[in-house]
Nanobody, 126 residues
Framework: QVQMAESGGDSVQAGGSLRLSCIAS????????MGWFRQAPGKERERVAS????????????RYADSVKGRFTISQDNARNTAYLQMNSLKPEDTAMYYC???????????????WGQGTQVTVSL
């Protein structure tokens, strides 16, 4: 049974930084995607970032939403089955519930995710 658990959400001032973590317990795959999504009240869920990894020598292929490029960085520790989202230069519009997701993947597009966490709240104030 796969369980996803996020942590690291907090309230910060604009310009600050946060690092979110996500542990994917029980998740094994030779090719996988892990991703971060967010949803603000009244808005649709948005894919923030994703990372693709393969045992066949491909690793660390990342994709980002335009709104976070240059500010957010996704990474993973495969040995710990953990993904991270480093968020710098935070803006009030980054305020949302952030969700971690994982999936076994055939390619690095990372369009579909199977396993989801419960979310961690990020609030950015002026």
């Amino acid at each position: 049974q796969v369980q996803m658990a996020e942590s690291g959400g907090d309230s910060v001032q604009a310009g600050g930084s946060l690092r979110l973590s996500c542990i994917a317990s029980g998740f094994t795959a030779t090719r996988k995607c892990m991703g971060w999504f967010r949803q603000a009240p009244g808005k649709e869920r948005e894919r923030v970032a994703s990372i693709y990894w393969s045992v066949y020598g491909v690793g660390g292929i990342t994709r980002y939403a335009d709104s976070v490029k240059g500010r957010f960085t996704i990474s993973q520790d495969n040995a710990r089955n953990t993904a991270y989202l480093q968020m710098n230069s935070l803006k009030p519009e980054d305020t949302a519930m952030y969700y971690c997701a994982a999936a076994r993947a055939d390619n690095s597009n990372c369009l579909d995710f199977t396993y989801w966490g419960q979310g961690t709240q990020v609030t950015v104030s002026l």
